[in-house]
Structures are given as structure tokens and as C-alpha cells.
Nanobody
Framework: PLVQSGGGLVQPGGSLRLSCTPS????????VGWFRQALGKEREGVSC????????FYADSVKGRFTISRDSAMNTVLLQMDSLLPEDTGVYFC????????????????????WGQGTQVTVSP
């Protein structure tokens, strides 16, 4: 399992950082993805980082505002969220899996085996 931290309430235009850490194992050996689910909507992929070369992928809705990165020393993957919008509100989940892919988007959620507990992000004045 994965343990998440971060999140909370922020005004539009503000920033938050989410972290995802495994309870065991080395996260460097796993691809990591971030998903979110708004109230009444399906869960959607936000960003992911591959195992090889740490290649990053982003949903169009967050490109240029969110940054995914690895902190290998802390065995953590971070999601830095800047210029937040009200539509970024939702429960954010991290996921990890030992997988690779050759298409320019993140693998769909059914490909990911380990999940974090979810953390609420609320963007509101």
C-alpha cells in the first residue's frame, strides 16, 4: 500500500504539494500515477511518471500547472500543483505498478495495482 500526505484547502491560484510513499519497497522500481475524483464524477488520470527515464505525462487539464517528480532519497513521488483552479477540487489518489507503456498518456486505472488512501484537495475562495 501507499501512504499519501498533503492536500487541503487553498484559494484559486494557490499551490499544494502531494506526496506518495510506499509502506514497503523502493518506489524507484515502480511507475507512479496520480488520479483524482471530483464529487459525482468518475476518477480521472492526472499525471504519471515512468520507471525508465522518469518520463512524465500529464492530462491536458493540468499541463503547465502540475509537476510530478521523484524524490529517491525520500522514496517518495511528489505532485506539485500550482495555479490551482476550482475545477481541480477532488480526492486525489496515487497509484503504483511495475509497468511500462509506449503510448503518450498514462495507463488507465485498472492497470495500477497499489493505491494510496486518497487525500482531499479543495480549491475555493
Amino acid at each position: 500500500p501507499l501512504v499519501q500526505s498533503g492536500g487541503g484547502l487553498v484559494q484559486p491560484g494557490g499551490s499544494l504539494r502531494l506526496s506518495c510513499t510506499p509502506s514497503s519497497g523502493n518506489l524507484d522500481y515502480y511507475a507512479v500515477g496520480w488520479f483524482r475524483q471530483a464529487l459525482g464524477k468518475e476518477r480521472e488520470g492526472v499525471s504519471c511518471i515512468s520507471i525508465i527515464d522518469d518520463k512524465t505525462f500529464y492530462a491536458d487539464s493540468v499541463k503547465g500547472r502540475f509537476t510530478i517528480s521523484r524524490d529517491s532519497a525520500m522514496n517518495t513521488v511528489l505532485l506539485q500543483m500550482d495555479s490551482l483552479l476550482p475545477e481541480d477540487t477532488g480526492v486525489y489518489f496515487c497509484a503504483a505498478e511495475s509497468l511500462s507503456w509506449n503510448y503518450p498518456t498514462c495507463p488507465e486505472e485498472h492497470h495500477w495495482g497499489s493505491w494510496g488512501q486518497g487525500t482531499q484537495v479543495t480549491v475555493s475562495p
